[in-house]
């Protein structure tokens, strides 16, 4: 079974300060796709960062960077800076080419508070 | 370019009704996604669509269906409605068939069934 696991429901971080938002997962498949979604509060979510498994370079998007430990089955968020933008639902989520199909497998979510 | 579009916004239906649910993708991507969202149950991949064909289904039984458009456009179809249906229906298009693609979600459907 295809699972991903965010241990922390929600996380709070002070204006400017640095958050980093966990996730693992389990699959035997050795090619994936992981990726990081954000869903701010009545609105629509959006991408913030993504990974191919086969990369061991760790991506990054501005303020937000992935530690992508492929051995360990980890793919943590840091958001550098934060904004009170930031303060969303992040979901971790993964997809496998092998399926043929785009579906994504997310977790249950963290919520971000950003405290001014 | 529009974003993804979702209608109703915000349905409300008895048990034992069937509902309807539209989503229009961003012009020029020809696959569609959904998914259905519940504090329970977190987010759940139903099926996606590419080019007018169901390319996988999720773990959902056969009273949820759907289909796509030549247009691209999807709609799903929720029969005899339980309770339990109760959540926010998104849907998410994409241009194509590869995974590592970006998804660009709609605002969703809430559907309450009473």
């Known amino acids: 079974a295809q699972t991903v696991t965010q241990s922390q429901p929600e996380m709070s971080v002070q204006e400017a300060e640095t958050v980093t938002l966990s996730c693992t997962y389990d699959?035997?498949?050795?090619?994936?796709?992981l990726f990081w979604y954000k869903q701010p509060p009545s609105r629509q979510m959006i991408l913030v960062i993504r990974?191919?498994?086969?990369?061991?370079q760790n991506a990054t998007e501005n303020r937000f960077s992935v530690n992508f430990q492929k051995a360990a089955k980890s793919f943590s968020l840091k958001i550098s800076d934060s904004q009170l933008g930031d303060a969303a639902m992040y979901f971790c989520?993964?997809?496998?080419?092998?399926?043929?199909?785009?579906?994504?497998?997310f977790g249950t979510g963290t919520r971000l508070t950003v405290i001014p | 370019k529009a974003g993804v579009t979702q209608t109703p916004r915000y349905l409300i239906k008895t048990r034992g009704q069937q509902v309807t649910l539209s989503c229009s993708p961003i012009s020029g991507h020809r696959s569609v996604s959904w998914y259905q969202q519940t504090p329970g149950q977190g987010l759940q991949f139903l099926f996606e669509?590419?080019?007018?064909?169901?390319?996988n289904k999720g773990n959902f039984p056969g009273r949820f269906s759907g289909r796509q458009f030549s247009n691209s456009r999807s709609e799903m179809n929720v029969s005899t409605l339980e309770l339990g249906d109760s959540a926010l229906y998104l849907c998410a298009s994409s241009t194509d068939a590869f995974s590592y693609n970006e998804q660009f979600f709609g605002p969703g459907t809430r559907l309450t069934v009473l």
């Open positions: 989520a993964y997809s496998f080419p092998q399926t043929g199909a785009n579906n994504l497998f």
């Open positions: 669509y590419f080019s007018e064909t169901q390319r």
């Open positions: 990974q191919e498994a086969y990369k061991q």
């Open positions: 699959t035997s498949e050795s090619d994936y796709y």
